[in-house]
């Protein structure tokens, strides 16, 4: 993702500079595994993505994400190609945890971004795929969020999931406790 090395430190510069002027401030540090799955939460609003991106630049990591096969026709396509973007048919029945599973297992380096909600609407109980990708893969999950009412994003630690996937996504959860999103009627975490 994004790495022409004239243009980056352009856009590290950009991202920065937009980041600061709108308020945000950066937490933590991205896991240093080499490869990882990414979860951010919350996911309440079409800004999610932006700010997520401008971070993953400011942070000088290579981020990839999931987008619906539709966000990549036309001009689009190139440009968030670029931007770390792998298209997804939503519409048919891909495998994409296996097919996830297998990309990290082909490479050295990955970090994949998936938002566990899998939608800006409230949702009641988190899609688990982001869980079977990690432990298919044994990688770690790294816990990104987006703190709208601090105006702070960032990581707040890395997970390591054990198998018992209830537990595991109640103790992952408990991590975002007091954590707040654009619309705070659709998030997810309390």
């Not at 990708?133 to 990104?144: D, H, K, Q, Y």
């Not at 999931?161 to 009627?185: F, H, L, M, N, Q």
Request: proline share 7%.
């Amino acid at each position: 993702m994004y790495n022409t090395p004239v243009l980056r430190p352009i856009v590290v510069a950009i991202c920065r500079v937009c980041l600061a002027l709108r308020g945000w401030k950066l937490q933590g540090k991205p896991p240093t595994a080499p490869k990882y799955v990414m979860i951010t939460v919350p996911h309440t609003s079409n800004w999610d993505f932006p700010l997520a991106l401008a971070m993953a630049f400011v942070f000088r990591f290579d981020m990839h994400w999931m987008g619906k096969d539709s966000l990549f026709s036309g001009w689009r396509g190139p440009l968030m190609r670029w931007l770390g973007g792998i298209p997804i048919n939503r519409s048919s029945s891909n495998n994409v945890v296996l097919a996830t599973i297998a990309a990290f297992q082909a490479t050295d380096r990955l970090i994949v971004a998936i938002p566990p909600e899998g939608t800006r609407s409230k949702v009641l109980k988190w899609k688990t795929g982001f869980y079977y990708i990690a432990l298919g893969a044994n990688v770690p999950i790294g816990l990104a969020f987006l703190d709208y009412k601090k105006k702070a994003g960032g990581f707040l630690s890395t997970f390591l999931p054990t198998g018992d996937v209830e537990k595991d996504i109640a103790a992952i959860r408990a991590c975002y406790s007091g954590i707040s999103g654009k619309y705070a009627e659709k998030c997810t975490v309390e």
